[in-house]
Every structure is written in structure tokens, then in C-alpha cells.
């Protein structure tokens, strides 16, 4: 069946809509796309923007082991050579590497007990966090080769294997931050890995939907949306193994999300072959923010089933990418409703565009 195409302006008994309530498949939540206030794609793109830049003469990641940091805990080399400082010895330049943060967020403890405090629950912070880094001070991922991006993605694979069979690790999040207003503290591109004994609330939520989907229609949500978001024109981008859309249902304006094309529950289960075209993926679907709309500040992160060893075959592992558009005011802190101020749908249109 058809389904009407909201997205034109329509009235009911003479008065104009303006806004669309839009639901998610899986999390059931709602957002506002505001038609009335609707801003052109080219709005989001700030004129001036203070750049998020630190000398390199401050940055602790230019060399992490000078700065204090522990020795890597995974290193890739460059082909390129360099010499020590004051010395004859000539050393191959490092291109990644994975550090333990030395501010961490988890750490040793003890996973396997909870305490009481009056009706509260606690338990130790135990778990990993790590920090993988990029050799060049200033290029972020969007202007990174592709040779280079799939390093990164090979890295986020290998320490997330690495870990997964931790008794403290039920859950593994890869995440980045580009850009001040991303919560970001050091402009040096990085990414960030935590492993932790508890599956985060939002994942619950999703892995919670994308079962009842799958009890009530014997099939995958997200392989639904995806055919569904391909008929109706809001991909931007796709090669063999994966595919990057605009959703139907954004949490911000000119959020993207990328797909394994074939039903897959765990990133960590990528193959060899299929990195590269992870990588080809994630670089364009960047590439095209930062082209148009002049290097945003953005998050992104990934969904994948957990390492606790129980079935999550109904899942569908993706990240998702979320520009900093939106600033919460008070609607969404009172209510949880989310606003966006431009279709997706034109958000697709713009983005195909950009070369």
C-alpha cells in the first residue's frame, strides 16, 4: 500500500500544518519536524565558525608517551622514518595507536557485585576505556585518506575482540567527538572505546524494540527501514556491503546513519573485505557534512549487539551520526521530544549532491 506523502503541505479545515510527529520503528519515541520553521539545507552551514584548534606544541597526543600516557596497547606503523631527537637512532613514524586514557571514565574494580544504598543500586565503575589515535594533528576523518580510514576501522576491530571476552565487558562502545560543541577537550583527532559490565539504557531501548519487531513480524525492523528508506530516496550513498541514509525519523537535523547492507548483528564479526568499504562509507557520509556544512562539530558512534553472550539475532548494527545542529531547549528537556527544523527527505537531496 501506498503511503500518503505527508511531507506536502496539507490542510484541515483551513488551517495550514505545521509540523510532522514522526515515529521511530523501533524505540517508539516521537519527533517534531518542524515544517512551519523549516530552514534551506545551507542555513545549517555557520558562516564563521571560531576553529577548535590547539597548538601542536600542547597537544599530549602528538607523542602520548612523552606526554605521560602508558605504552600502546596497539600500534600501527607508516612507511615513513624519522630520527630520534639527539640521538643516531632512526625509528619508524607510528600512523595509530591505542592508549589507555589516562583520565578514564572505567577502570579496575570489581564487576561481579551490587550494593545497596537506602533504595539505590551501585557497583564498581569496572571496565576499560581507551583512546585510538590518529598520527596527523589536524585532519579528522572526513579529510583522512581511505587507506587511512580503514586503519581506523581495523583498530576499533582488534580492540574490541581484544576485549569482548573480559568478564567485566557486557557491552562495547566505539564513539568520536569532532569539534568543541561535541563535548570534544583536545582538537587532535581521536576516538574513544569503553567497555563496560552494564548495557547502557539507550541500548536497551533499541535492542528492546528490535525484538518486539521481530516477535510481531518475523523480520529484522532495521532490514524494513532500509528497503523502505531506498524506495523513498532518502540514501545518500552506497557501494557493495554498506549504505548511508537519512532517516525517517532524525534526532537532529541532518543526522545520517550507516549500514551493513546484509543483515549483521556484531561489528566485531566484519570481514576482512567488507572493511574497506566500512571505511569508503563512513569517510563519505563525513565528508559530505563537513563539505556542507562547513566542518560541523559532531558525534558518532556505534550500535551493535552486546558481548554477553546471549542471542541478539534480531539486530542490526549501524552507527549513527549526529551533527550539532540542534541546542536543546524546553521542549526537549520538559518532554524528551526531539525537533528538527529540516525534512530529511531534503537533508538526502542536498548531501547526494555534493561531490
Not at 501506498?2 to 496539507?10: E, S
Not at 563512513?282 to 566542518?295: E, F, I, S, V
Not at 549501524?318 to 518532554?335: D, K, Q, S, V, Y
Amino acid at each position: 500500500m501506498k503511503i500518503p506523502d505527508f511531507r506536502k503541505k496539507q490542510t484541515r479545515e483551513g488551517f495550514e500544518n505545521v509540523s510532522e510527529l514522526r515515529q521511530d520503528l523501533i524505540s517508539k519515541e516521537w519527533v517534531v519536524i518542524a515544517t512551519g520553521r523549516s530552514k534551506r539545507p545551507g542555513a545549517f552551514a555557520k558562516g564563521k565558525r571560531e576553529k577548535f584548534e590547539q597548538p601542536i606544541s600542547e597537544c599530549p597526543f602528538e607523542d602520548p608517551q612523552a606526554s605521560g600516557n602508558g605504552e600502546p596497547l596497539l600500534i600501527y606503523y607508516s612507511d615513513k622514518r624519522k630520527r630520534v631527537k639527539g640521538a643516531k637512532k632512526i625509528i619508524k613514524e607510528w600512523s595509530l595507536q591505542v592508549i589507555g586514557n589516562k583520565y578514564p571514565i572505567f577502570g579496575p574494580g570489581d564487576c561481579s557485585e551490587t550494593f545497596k544504598e537506602g533504595p539505590y543500586t551501585l557497583m564498581d565503575g569496572s571496565g576499560f576505556h581507551e583512546v585510538i589515535i590518529t598520527r596527523d594533528h589536524e585532519k579528522h576523518i572526513a579529510l583522512l585518506s581511505l587507506k587511512k580510514v580503514e586503519e581506523i576501522i581495523k583498530a576499533y576491530q582488534e580492540r574490541y575482540l581484544n576485549l569482548m571476552e573480559h568478564k567485566c565487558v557486557n557491552y562495547i562502545s566505539i564513539f568520536y567527538n569532532h569539534g568543541k560543541e561535541s563535548g570534544a577537550s583536545l582538537s587532535h583527532p581521536h576516538s574513544q572505546l569503553i567497555a563496560i559490565p552494564i548495557l547502557p539504557s539507550d541500548i536497551k531501548r533499541s535492542l528492546r524494540g528490535a525484538k518486539q519487531h521481530y516477535e510481531d513480524h518475523k523480520r529484522c525492523a532495521h532490514c524494513a527501514m532500509l528497503k523502505w528508506e531506498k524506495e523513498e530516496k532518502r540514501v545518500i550513498f552506497q557501494n557493495e556491503y554498506f549504505i548511508v541514509y537519512a532517516p525517517f525519523v532524525p534526532r537532529v537535523s541532518f543526522e545520517l546513519r550507516v549500514y551493513p547492507r546484509k543483515h549483521q548483528p556484531n561489528f566485531e564479526k566484519i570481514k576482512p573485505n567488507e572493511i574497506k568499504y566500512l571505511a569508503e562509507a563512513l569517510k563519505t557520509a563525513l565528508y559530505k557534512l563537513n563539505k556542507g556544512l562547513k566542518d560541523p562539530a559532531y558525534n558518532f558512534f556505534f550500535h551493535t549487539a552486546p558481548c554477553d553472550g546471549k542471542d541478539y539475532s534480531y539486530y542490526h548494527w549501524h552507527i549513527e551520526i549526529l551533527p550539532r545542529t540542534n541546542i536543546w531547549a524546553g521542549i526537549e528537556l520538559g518532554t524528551g521530544i526531539e525537533v528538527s527544523s529540516i525534512e530529511p527527505e531534503q537533508v538526502a537531496k542536498f548531501l547526494r549532491k555534493i561531490k
